[in-house]
């Protein structure tokens, strides 16, 4: 299976942020997506998760043959800023989240349950959200992507706020996912980019592009990223 992106534009106001995304992304393959600030790469995923409307192209996903529709319940998107009701403890609001998913969930397991696999502490499983800190917000976002297990998740530089050890354990996780989905991973993080993903995707000027890694090493492959980000910004 494959996420077809076709020729997609989208404009702000006249500023043309995507200006022909033309690119497919395979099931089974962690895709490092990297570009300046402000290149589009949120922009890019607001798009594809159909929060904003695009003004040129389509995307679909491709099963064989067969094109069908993009739904709302084949993408997860993990905000870079996460986004979770700040009124509920983590408790209400996880179990809220299975209970209205409940049939879309396959092997339903208990709210501790999955906070264990989190490692979401006892202590804090009660608290309201509002005193979660960022990265604890955003492991509680990271969570619900995992349960609902969309085909496609689309993870906005999740990693930067988590501590060394949860970032490990996710970039684990990820990887283990990872052979029956499409994972699209925006960082600004190079290492992080090169360690844990299969291909890396440059947006730059609004188009995507693949760089090849050849038989660089990494350190020469990340050279080789900065300098076609630079080259690509005159
Ligand atoms: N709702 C909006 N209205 C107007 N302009 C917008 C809007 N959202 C984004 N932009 C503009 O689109 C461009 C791309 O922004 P976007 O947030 O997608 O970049 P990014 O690659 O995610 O950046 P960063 O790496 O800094 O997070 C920027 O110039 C931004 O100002």
Known sequence: MELVIEHLQKYFEGKHVLEDIDFRFEKGKIYGLLGRNGAGKTTLFNCLNQDLPIDQGKFYILDGNEQRKVTTGDIGY???????????????????????NQKDIPNVKTVDEYFDFMGILPEDR??????FSHGMKNKMQMLINFIYNPFILLLDEPLTSLDVVVADEMK????????????IFS??????????????????????SMVSKDELSDDEFQEKIITLLKDESL
Do not use: Y
């Open 78 to 100: 993990v905000l870079s800023t996460p986004s979770v009701p700040e009124f509920l403890t983590a408790r209400e609001f996880l179990q809220f989240f299975i209970d209205i």
């Open 126 to 131: 009660d608290r309201l959200l509002k005193d």
């Open 172 to 183: 684990k996780l990820l990887r283990k996912i990872k052979d029956e989905h499409i994972l």
């Open 187 to 208: 960082t600004h993080i190079m290492e992080l980019a090169v360690d844990l993903c299969d291909e890396i995707v440059l947006l730059n000027h609004g188009v995507l």
